[in-house]
């Protein structure tokens, strides 16, 4: 594919609900521009973006593809992007990337749940953006409908530059706004005419409205239109630009992906209406407390921004990356800015689902891919040696869906690390980590779908089988009230025997305080070289567990007296003396169970507080506060017992049909009511 410069560059994200047809809008895309010899279909497993075995098992897309095309002199980088909210991960890097949104939303099912999620991010990112109304040929398709439901959720800059000829099955072509013709599609091909009779008076009404929009945004046209000077298409087009450019106004255009009707034309409105690299505003970049902005000049100095990274089992560790300034080519050598390393960019290439194709240069506002960049992982930077300049990271969903892993075999357990490292590189949106209290390996990911694919791709890329069990919760015992209590150790069987004997008096101490061993012993009842192990053997049976079988914590322990024998005493016979002490002192102190507890905030719509809260109330939560957050949304914090939250996210998500979001951070320990500590109860094995 030849290079081409930034101004004739299109970074296009396709983004919507599931289901929407983003994927075979995609294939239709290439297939019309001939970078395909035909299209394939999702039901099938044959489409360019969704070439990982996950994904056609499970015909749905898990992860951002590229696919760039030529288009009448430009190249579009297409991002085809996941519906399901469970990899809202791969959405965030492709908007960071992209200079256009385009939302595909069905005809059929309207506006769905991730499409307004999806905008409302875009939004944030300040992002412009088109809607494709798909699926118009479809049965129950309704266009008016679905453009209701797009003004009523997006706001009056939402924008029809077509109308559809035809219903359902009758669908063959479009009405153009702006030129006031007509384009019929016979499998595919098109040809131009004029806009059928019965609906030429609603075509005439709907252009007039769109003119008006449009010419309010310029007063030299607005004021030679109030004259009677109609505008041209060309200068339409040209304000029509700047409104999408300022992301205040949103076309709507209408066609069908499988059918291949108005693709084309998609492709034209890409290329004359959506912004280029140029057009955007400059990419700001911190080098420790400066900050600077950097324009996508190919002349500049060489800075990339690395967007996603895969795991090919054929060629390693591949990074796609967009050049944000100057012109990469191969062979080039680049810093890593987060890890200070060199890296050779060995060889180029450009992406399309999983094809590789050669190239020599990435230019500014381009996107390309490269090879074997060993420790550049997803967010990184890569610029020349002395410009220490990084990018912003990407935002991501919290992973909030947790399970606990462990190796099926002992050669899994040698291969576990290394693969979860590289399975995290390919996905940041999963977090690893280790639970010291619990013992187990803990894989985050967004929900369900989210681990399922995790665990298979472990599976299948990297070799390496797991099983799975519940994540326990880390609950801790503490003590109510001051006991005393003897640890009593004695045995003989010949030679040397084992004595010791200790005394101590235990009392709580304020939450959070943790343990405090004193020494009270007067008269040398216990020489000085055995108390230390006195204090070791109580530290050993508090972390083992007390009455609960759980760590003890926030209690101070007195060594108030003790015996000791001439020959059989040793610091391992005062150990196991410290730990008979404080199991039986723990256990006449009033032993509680401590829970832990995590303050949770969820953002939710308005109408759906109240669920919300009664739900929050069934799990034991206490709500500590509402305020408003904009977009009729509503922002809840509570405390709720962490025990309650493993499956939040899936029960979240259920409740509110995906509209609500949360984030959870420990916040405090709170003791357990007595009625469910039998229900967590675990047994310690006793030791001699």
């Known amino acids: 594919m030849p290079s081409v410069p930034p101004d004739k560059i299109r970074n296009v994200a396709l983004v919507g609900h599931g289901g929407s047809g983003k994927t075979t809008l995609s294939e239709a895309l290439l297939h019309t521009a001939g970078a395909t010899a035909r299209m394939g279909r999702v039901e099938d497993g044959t489409t360019v973006c969704d070439f990982d075995p996950e994904e056609q098992r499970r015909g749905i897309s898990l992860s951002l ?7 009448k002199g430009h190249k579009i980088n297409l991002i085809d992007t996941p519906g399901y909210a469970d990899f809202m991960g791969d959405v965030h890097a492709a908007l960071r990337v992209a200079d256009l949104a385009v939302f595909v939303v069905s005809a059929v099912e309207g506006v769905e749940v991730q499409t307004e999620v999806i905008w409302r991010l875009a939004a944030r990112l300040g992002l412009p953006r088109m809607i494709f109304v798909n699926k118009l040929d479809r049965e129950r398709a309704g266009f008016e409908r679905t453009l209701d439901e797009l003004r009523d959720r997006f706001g009056a800059g939402v924008a029809p530059l077509e109308l559809p000829i035809g219903e359902e099955a009758a669908f063959r072509g479009v009405a153009d706004l702006l030129t006031d013709t007509a384009w019929l599609y016979d499998d595919g091909v098109p040809s131009h005419g004029e806009v059928p009779d ?3 008076a609603l075509e005439h009404q709907v252009h007039d409205n769109l003119v008006e929009g449009i010419v309010v945004a310029d007063d030299d046209l607005l004021e030679a239109y109030l004259e009677g000077e109609a505008p041209s298409f060309e200068q339409l087009e040209h304000t029509l630009a700047l409104g999408v450019d300022a992301a205040t106004v949103f076309p709507v255009v209408c066609g069908s992906a499988t059918a291949r009707v108005a693709v084309d034309r998609l492709a034209d409105f890409i290329c004359e209406i959506g912004p280029s690299p140029l057009a955007r505003p400059p990419v700001t970049v911190t080098a420790g407390d400066t900050t600077a902005e950097v324009a996508p000049d190919p002349d500049g100095q060489s800075l990339a921004f690395v967007f996603k990274t895969i795991a090919d089992q054929f060629v390693g560790h591949v990074s796609l990356f967009r050049v944000l300034s100057g012109t990469v080519r191969a062979d080039d050598r680049l810093v890593c800015t987060r890890t200070g390393t060199d890296h050779r960019l060995h060889a180029l290439f450009s992406l399309r689902g999983h094809h590789q194709e050669p190239v020599s240069e990435v230019v500014a506002g381009d996107i390309g891919a490269v090879a074997k960049l060993t420790g550049v992982v997803t967010g990184d930077t890569l610029a020349p040696r002395g410009t220490p300049v990084s990018v912003a990271p990407i ?8 399970v606990a892993i462990r190796a099926r075999t002992q050669a899994d357990e040698d291969k576990l690390g290394n693969a979860l490292h590289r399975l995290l590189d390919e996905d940041p949106a999963l977090v690893v980590t280790r639970d010291d209290e619990t013992h187990q390996t803990v894989l985050r990911g967004v929900g369900e779908t989210h681990l399922a694919v995790a665990l298979e791709r472990l599976a299948r890329k990297f070799g390496v089988a797991v099983d799975t069990d519940e994540v326990r919760v880390a609950y801790r015992e503490t003590i109510t009230a001051p006991a005393e209590a003897e640890g009593r ?14 005394s101590i008096k235990v009392e709580p101490r304020e939450r959070g305080d943790g343990f405090e061993f004193v020494d009270r012993i007067v008269g040398g009842a216990i020489s000085r070289s055995y108390i230390p192990a006195v204090a070791k053997g109580i530290e050993e049976a508090m972390a083992r567990g007390g009455v609960f079988g759980y760590p003890v914590v926030d209690v101070r322990v007195e060594l ?4 000791e024998h001439s020959v059989d005493s040793s610091e391992m016979a005062f150990r196991t003396a410290g730990r008979l002490a404080i199991r039986e002192a723990v256990a006449r102190a009033g032993p509680v169970l401590l829970e832990p507890v995590s303050r949770v905030m969820i953002v939710a719509p308005l109408d759906q507080q109240g669920d919300v809260m009664g739900d929050l109330n069934a799990r034991r939560g206490r709500v500590q506060g509402t305020e408003p957050v904009g977009d009729g949304e509503q922002a809840i914090t509570a405390l709720v017992p962490t025990s309650e939250l493993t499956r939040y996210a899936v029960d979240l998500r259920s409740l509110t049909g995906g509209r609500a979001s949360f984030t959870a951070r420990h916040d405090h320990y709170d003791v357990m009511p007595p009625h469910l500590v039998d229900a967590v109860k675990r047994d310690v094995a006793g030791e001699e």
């Open 489 to 502: 150790h004695k045995k003989q069987s010949g030679g040397h025997g084992q004595f010791g004997v200790c």
């Open 560 to 563: 108030i007296d003790g015996k």
């Open 198 to 200: 019965d609906m030429e």
């Open 395 to 402: 935002e991501r969903p919290e992973p909030l869906l947790a």
């Open 65 to 71: 593809a590229v696919a760039p095309f030529q288009w």
